[in-house]
């Protein structure tokens, strides 16, 4: 991909909050005709810019009250206790993002529970008992924002 | 309260949000008018939000990404509310999560090359209110991105 112009950054900002817009009420909104502004979308896409589609859901309402973001230091590194630690981790079902850091941690987990009482017996049974886990800190979600980002 | 069929029609739909209604009615073995009367009751009642497209910041040049968990000045009872809009002016910072625990804000910032997370560091992240202390998160690898929930 080359240069981004104001009319992509439009796009890219009206794709992430609703993707569901069809490239013709983008392309009216914008100023463009429907298969121009099909055009762009796939050419971002292409650039792997606009990467995927994610359905948002109410966790609430699904019935997961807690979200709580656990910091995991390793007690023992070592090339191969870090992919056991990657796969075992990767595998439990109640966690959603596992992110490599470098700093305090060496991993950052998001991880969803029903409750504080289930997501103690995830964190005791699953998480503590991750090979090489060591020192482990959780906090708890209060609130998030996603921001639009640097999209000009 | 949802039930076996709502939960198999979001563990299906958030597999892949993109699949078409018709394609989605066929694979759960529903007709597609029972399929979409299901989808508008979830999203009536709110239990879907919408669907949004992820942007790789990565391919559009932002190479690093930092996550920096904030303590703040609790003796300053407006810490929250003075620290928050103004972390919502700094266009690179794209998550602003609140914390019960040893954390109390968590942003997640995003740069061009490691000159630019300095000068943005400097310039804008230091200068919001009510910060007593900063830990810093330097983003290596996503190792698991799950976009389905254990439903």
């Known amino acids: 991909m080359t240069e981004l112009d104001e009319i992509d950054l439009a796009l890219l900002r009206a794709l992430s909050e609703d993707a569901t817009q069809t490239a013709g009420a983008l392309g009216r909104a914008l100023g463009l005709s429907q298969p121009a502004t099909w055009r762009r979308i796939k050419r971002l896409e292409e650039a792997g810019i606009l990467s995927h589609r994610v359905l948002d859901l109410d966790l609430e309402k699904l019935g997961f009250g807690v979200t709580v ?32 850091v470098l700093g305090f941690y060496d991993y950052r987990l998001r991880v969803v529970a029903r409750d504080i009482a289930d997501f103690e017996r995830v964190l005791r049974r699953r998480i503590m008992t991750l090979p090489g886990a060591g020192n482990v800190d959780a906090n708890v979600l209060l609130s998030e924002e996603r921001r639009p980002g640097p999209l000009g | 309260m949802l039930d076996d069929l709502d939960r198999r029609i979001l563990r299906n739909l958030q597999e892949d949000p993109t699949q078409s209604l018709p394609d989605l009615a066929d694979r759960l073995g529903l007709t597609a008018s029972r399929l979409s009367r299901r989808l508008e009751k979830l999203r009536e009642g709110g239990v879907v939000k919408g669907t949004r497209a992820v942007i790789d910041w990565q391919a ?66 230091l200068q919001l209110p009510n910060i007593t202390d900063i830990e810093a998160l330097m983003h290596v690898a996503r190792i698991t991105t799950r976009t389905a929930l254990p439903l």
């Open chain 1, 69 to 100: 973001f656990v910091g995991v230091k390793l007690a023992t590194k070592g090339r191969v206790s870090l992919d056991d630690f990657e796969r075992a981790v990767s595998a439990i079902p109640e966690v959603q993002t596992v992110e490599h």
């Open chain 2, 60 to 125: 559009l040049g932002y190479a690093v990404e930092v996550s920096l968990r904030v303590t703040l000045d609790k003796t300053n009872p407006r810490a929250f509310d003075e620290f928050i809009p103004a972390a919502r002016e700094i266009p690179e910072v794209l998550e602003i999560q609140t914390f019960l625990g040893q954390v109390d804000v968590r942003l997640s910032v995003i740069a061009r090359d490691m000159a630019h997370y300095q000068a943005l560091y400097r310039d804008r992240i």
